[in-house]
Each structure stands twice: as structure tokens, then as C-alpha cells.
């Protein structure tokens, strides 16, 4: 069982950067494709961003693709989200995940095994 923790979140205003972090327990973290998912009011969950086991491919949703940079450390077993100009819209829960398909960048949350806490975003404008 792999237990993720993210921190970082907060209240930034519009067009301003903030860094979330997600931090897993096991070392079998190097062997997990990662994720990035959110959840805003009265919406469904997400995706975000996935980055595969070894960092060499990424995916974006389109509402990001510009902005947000996912990156990972699987010596710290760490994943992070770079999130740069930031819009109202952007306000969310936002969740880490980890996925065995180690190889992939999925977009669904089924994919998905373990999943964080979450940490809230809040965009002021």
C-alpha cells in the first residue's frame, strides 16, 4: 500500500505560481506512473497532468498545457506540480495519484490505484 501526501496548496491570486508537492511512502514509488487530478465544487474530479514511471513522457489537459509542469524525483519520492498564471478557474482540490501502468500517462481516474488526501488551490481575482 502506497500512501501520498501532498502539500503546497494555498490562496494565490490570479496570474501567480504556486508548487505542490506530493511525497510517497514506499520506494516502490519509482515503479508508479503519477498523476495529478482536481476537483472543484459541484464537479467532477479531474485529470490534470501524468508523468510516467522514469520522467521521459508527460501529459497535459488542455486547460493547462502552457502553464503547469509536472516533474518527479524517485530518489526524494516526489512528484510535483508546477503551476504558473494561474486563473479562477484553476480553484480546486487538487489531488495526487499513482498508477501501476508505470509506462503510461492515463487521464482516467480508474487508472489510478492510490490516491492523496488532496490539497486545496484558491485562486483570488
Known amino acids: 500500500q502506497v500512501q501520498l501526501v501532498e502539500s503546497g496548496g494555498g490562496v494565490v491570486q490570479a496570474g501567480g505560481s504556486l508548487r505542490l508537492s506530493c511525497t510517497a511512502s514506499e520506494s516502490a514509488f519509482r515503479t508508479l506512473a503519477m498523476g495529478w487530478f482536481r476537483q472543484a465544487p459541484g464537479l467532477e474530479r479531474e485529470f490534470v497532468a501524468a508523468?510516467?514511471?522514469?520522467?521521459?513522457?508527460?501529459r497535459y489537459a488542455d486547460s493547462v498545457k502552457g502553464r503547469f509542469t509536472i516533474s518527479r524525483d524517485n530518489e526524494k519520492k516526489t512528484v510535483a506540480l508546477q503551476v504558473n498564471s494561474v486563473k479562477p478557474e484553476d480553484t480546486a482540490v487538487y489531488y495526487c495519484?499513482?498508477?501501476?501502468?508505470?509506462?503510461?500517462?492515463?487521464?482516467?481516474?480508474?487508472?489510478?490505484?492510490?490516491w492523496g488526501q488532496g490539497t486545496q488551490v484558491t485562486v483570488s481575482s
Open positions: 495519484a499513482a498508477s501501476r501502468w508505470l509506462a503510461s500517462t492515463e487521464t482516467t481516474r480508474q487508472r489510478y490505484d492510490y
Open positions: 508523468i510516467t514511471w522514469n520522467g521521459d513522457r508527460t
